[in-house]
């Protein structure tokens, strides 16, 4: 049974949204999140060129922060949407988009929730977010619900050396049976993806809505 309050609810919204809003100006300041080392780019612009179809369409980034994957993914051809829960993430998003000439649309909007019409999304990719979600099986059909038949999810996770995050298994048992042709993919040896060596769990899963 859900433990939905929606008074409860908007009250941690606000929270986590001034959060991120704290977190906003320094965020890029991670390797992963702002892309500035071409070796990190390209290793990332290599990733998401593996996992996602060879044909574009419309793609959805599931909090987006300050827009760098959504930006590589314009770049690569895909009509992007992305949405984020706070607004100097999203402003910094646009900038971004604006600096590469990239007609990306964001949204500002809760991720869980996503307030958008259904099966509109060929892609769908959502980067270290859903670890922070309640109920991610419920998340997760939420989203199935936001692909076209055929439709591929693209998630990137970890459980990280802070005892934070979630095991590859965990998302696995809670992604609705309307997905097929689930794969897990090892990020952990990949270092160019993260700036250095890393020790802990980091992995991507694809998943595609039956037709």
Known sequence: MSDYNPSNYEQKLQESRQ???AEAASFDNHPDHGLHDPVILAAWTRLLTTFLPPSKGALLDLGCGTGSLSVVLAGLGWEVTGIDLSPEMIA???AKAWAASHPIKFLLMDAAFPQLPPHQFDVI???HLLWTLSEPDQVLQRWAGLL????RLLLIEGYW???AGLHAQEI???LPASLTNISIHDLSSQAELWGSMVNDERYAITAELAS
């Not at 076209?148 to 439709?151: A, D, E, L």
């Open 172 to 174: 696995m048992d809670a």
């Open 125 to 127: 990719i959502c980067r």
């Open 161 to 163: 050396y802070t005892d």
């Open 92 to 94: 910094l998003a646009e």
């Open 148 to 151: 076209r038949p055929g439709g």
């Open 19 to 21: 959060i991120w809003d």
